[in-house]
């Protein structure tokens, strides 16, 4: 269900990416896409409302960024629309385009998770450096005590094997992301962060 939510929300802002974009390159066809342009912005926002409310993490700076560029967007898309504005749908275009790369991004205020971890639990294994790993690259999907179930992430501990867990940590799974990079301090400190999330 959040899967299909997500891609279908992805979809959407593909769409409205093309249909924001239509009215710079053909200034005359604007209006006859006015009503598939206001239901397309509609099903984006819900769709959004949507997963602010289930994705973990969903109200950290860089979303918050996002969130008000595309709303940014589609207000000057719909002005730019309306008054046959060329300037506004061409700044809305960019500020769509703009807030479309951000969410590929992914990454706090578009530093890498590599980048964002690299000093942290690096010298000894730390159950508080291995929540710090945590809230920066697992928090999004098992959420703030592992519960989240978002895309349907397990609990983290669903099977406390630490063999197993540092392998998926690693290597990832299924939709989890692989972390190869992390040193082996930092994997331990994640492993002794999760035992306390039983
Ligand atoms: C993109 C979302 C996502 C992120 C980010 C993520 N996980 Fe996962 N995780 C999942 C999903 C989904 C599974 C189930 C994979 C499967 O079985 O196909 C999973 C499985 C696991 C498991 C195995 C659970 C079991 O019993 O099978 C552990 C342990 C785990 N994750 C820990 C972590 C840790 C620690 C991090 C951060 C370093 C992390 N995950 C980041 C989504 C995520």
Known sequence: M??????THHLLA???????????VFPKGAASLKKLHMVLDTLLILTGAYLL?????AF??????????????????????RRGNRKLSIAA???????????LQRDFLLRSEKEQ??????????????????????????GADGKAHYRKSPHPM???DSNYQAHVIRHGKGIMPSHEYLTDTQVKSLLAYLRTLR
């Open 2 to 7: 959040d899967t299909g939510i997500l891609h």
């Open 14 to 24: 593909v769409l409205l990416l093309i249909l924001v974009g239509a009215p710079v």
């Open 53 to 57: 409310f289930k994705a973990p993490g």
């Open 60 to 81: 950290s700076p860089p979303y918050l960024l996002k969130y008000i560029l595309t709303i940014g967007a589609i207000v000057a898309g719909v002005i730019g629309s």
């Open 93 to 103: 275009f960019f500020l769509l385009v703009y807030a479309y790369g951000l969410s």
């Open 117 to 142: 971890v690299k000093a942290i639990a690096t010298q000894s294994v730390s159950i508080e450096g291995g929540k710090q790993l945590y809230q920066v690259l697992c928090l999004r999907c098992h």
């Open 158 to 160: 669903e099977h406390p």
